[in-house]
């Protein structure tokens, strides 16, 4: 079993360029759509249902994104039913997002009425499950992923920008994944004098971001991050 691996759990404002920063994983890659923005993805993609009892397409070299939509908190269970069974093709999973899943969890407890405290501890257990049973994927037995990257929007608590999610679980699930991280637009200056846009993934303890990470030799920001490249850098080129 390989030990070239790698979870993230990466929050920012909306149009920061999460998806596409997680799709730059290794490929296959599965992706779990919860926002419905897959189709705004480059890439080779592929549909796969399976709530419908579908098997995981084939790796044939016809597509580089299998695609969930994930309507409901049980296709999401479903599709995880299939990455703990080892029989896929998929060497990453992104699931985007994990505040959107969180509310489709919430629907499934108590429909769309408020939340009653008996709620709570249910809500808590179902999404802290499911997000460190995707991040132990990338220590599978028999078919160990390469990178599990997990989405979140951002949210500002008290003058510091949070991955929102409701209850305690917000608390917590920064310390579920090698990195937490905040990706976030900059504008630079380049050699002629014009400004430009570069994304700018932060990694490291910020007193106004929450982020951090337990992968050695991680620098604090990186420009134009890319999955697959930091994997190389931690690891050495994949042989």
Known sequence: MSDRALSFLVHGNSGSGKST??????GPILLLDVEAGARFLRGRKIKWMPEEGQEPPVDDGTWDIAIVNVHDYATALKAYEWL????????????????????????SINGRQKMQT???????TRVSFFCRDLRDLTNHKTNPLQAVIVTAMTREVDGVKHPDLQGSVAGRVPYWFDVCSYLFVDQV???????????????????????????????????????????????????
Request: aromatic share 6%; proline share 9%; glycine share 6%.
């Open 189 to 239: 200056n380049g050699e002629d004098g014009t400004q430009h846009e570069v994304r700018r993934l932060l990694t490291a303890p910020h007193p106004q971001f929450e982020a951090k990470s337990r992968v050695p030799g991680l620098p604090a920001i990186i420009d134009v991050p890319n999955v697959s490249e930091l994997l190389d850098s931690v690891f050495g080129p994949e042989a």
């Open 84 to 107: 703990k069974s080892g029989k896929h093709p998929f060497k990453s999973v992104i699931l985007d997002s994990i505040s959107e899943l969180q509310a489709k969890a919430q629907e």
């Open 118 to 124: 008996q709620h709570w501890g249910e809500l808590l």
């Open 21 to 26: 920063f997680a799709a730059t994983a290794p």
